[in-house]
Each structure stands twice: as structure tokens, then as C-alpha cells.
């Protein structure tokens, strides 16, 4: 018997490893969280789920940056397994 997939079957999930700073560590209680995301998603993407969690982050989505493994990305970058994406957003102090 041959078993066929849908097309949406066939992309595969991907783990990235998201690094939270000022705000968003605050809001999390945390500096680092694991995510399960589908193949295709950009850095954007992730920025919009964790608002769906805390919807007051919203306020910071245009004043915050984006980096994918060390380097700046723009918002549309799609994301590969095993990134480590960093959100931040500005900060103050001395």
C-alpha cells in the first residue's frame, strides 16, 4: 500500500532557540525558551506568537529588533532548524 501525505504533511517542523531580553525576559520570567515552529516561518512569526500570548507586547513590535544566530535579520528572514533567534527591543541604562 503507498501512503500519501497532504501537501501541508510535508513541511516539517522546525526547533529554534529564542534568546529574550528587557521586556520580553521580563514579561516570560525567563531569558531562553525552545520553539516548535512550522518549516517556512520567519523571525516575525515568532515575535507575533509570543504576542498571542502577552498581548501587551505588542506595543514594542515596531521598536524591536531582530538577529538570527549572532546577525541582525529583517523581520521576513525565514527561520531554519536549530536558529537561535534573539528579540530586542530597546533598552536603557549605563
Known sequence: MIYERDSEDISED???TVKLFAIFQEVFATDEMQM???SGTS???VFDRLVSQHGNLEQWRSLTRYAIN???AEPHTI???GDEVALIPPVSGG
Open 14 to 16: 522546525i526547533q529554534v
Open 36 to 38: 516548535h515552529l512550522k
Open 43 to 45: 523571525v516575525s512569526e
Open 70 to 72: 549572532l546577525n541582525f
Open 79 to 81: 527561520l531554519n532548524h
